[in-house]
């Protein structure tokens, strides 16, 4: 199984900050990789799909990089509702796994 | 609209079951690849399994291998989840998602969730 590392598990900034995340996993997934953000009581949607693509309708703000076994996610200017969950996901292999989260909380 | 909508969750004792479904509308259903993923109080998401659109092409977490079976009905629009043998440990919001909508093998459309609780 591949397991997929987020770190910090918490990060608080403020507003206009700029965040950056990171996943790692354990073995090389090329670029199969994609983020998805969960608002409180809601599901998540998918922000990032193959590492760095941005889905539609996801603000400029966001943006993935990557390859291999190391990734990073990346919102340039924090606004109010980014505030969330964020989750990295790999789909090389079965079975699918998560990381284990981001929670990104108001300083 | 595009629009996934579970149902079927609810409180059921240890070792018994539960059928989710998931109505998809909005879609070719059939063309989509779906999934199921879960996500235990206050834990992080867990994926559960996986179906092909033809039916075929079925995956299971291993927590839940030998209790659980995917199924879907492409006339009816809707895909279920099985569950058998239940734990407490199953405890969990679930979610459907079809994967690979517009973005390859991505879950690229989710529903809002529907509620298991096994307790005694």
């Known amino acids: 199984e591949i397991v997929l590392t987020q770190s910090p598990a918490t990060l608080s900034l403020s507003p206009g900050e700029r965040a950056t995340l990171s996943c790692r996993a354990s073995?090389?997934?090329?670029?199969?990789l994609g983020w998805y953000q969960q608002r409180p009581g809601q599901a998540p949607r998918l922000l990032i799909y193959?590492?760095?693509n941005r889905a539609t309708g996801i603000p400029a703000r966001f943006s993935g990089s990557g390859s291999g076994t190391d990734f990073t996610l990346t919102i340039s200017s924090l606004e109010p509702e980014d505030f969330a969950l964020y989750y990295c996901?790999?789909?090389?292999?079965?079975?699918?796994?998560f990381g284990g989260g981001t929670r990104v909380e108001i300083k | 609209e595009v629009q996934l909508v579970e149902s079927g969750g609810g409180l059921v004792r240890p070792g018994g079951s539960l059928r989710l479904s998931c109505a998809a509308s909005?879609?070719?259903?059939?063309?989509?690849?779906m999934t199921w993923v879960r996500q235990a109080p206050g834990k992080g998401l867990e994926w559960v399994s996986a179906?092909?659109?033809?039916?075929?092409?079925?995956n299971y977490a291993d927590s839940v291998k030998g209790r659980f079976t995917i199924s879907r009905d492409n006339s009816k629009n809707t895909l279920y989840l099985q569950m058998n043998s239940l734990r407490a440990e199953d405890t969990a919001l679930y979610f459907c998602?079809?994967?690979?909508?517009?973005?390859?093998?991505?879950?690229?459309?989710w529903g809002e969730g529907i509620t298991v609780t096994v307790s005694s």
């Open positions: 998602a079809a994967r690979g909508l517009y973005y390859q093998y991505h879950m690229d459309v």
């Open positions: 193959d590492a760095s």
């Open positions: 909005g879609f070719s259903f059939s063309r989509c690849d």
């Open positions: 996901q790999q789909r090389l292999k079965w079975p699918l796994t």
């Open positions: 073995q090389s997934i090329s670029t199969y």
């Open positions: 179906i092909g659109g033809g039916g075929d092409r079925i």
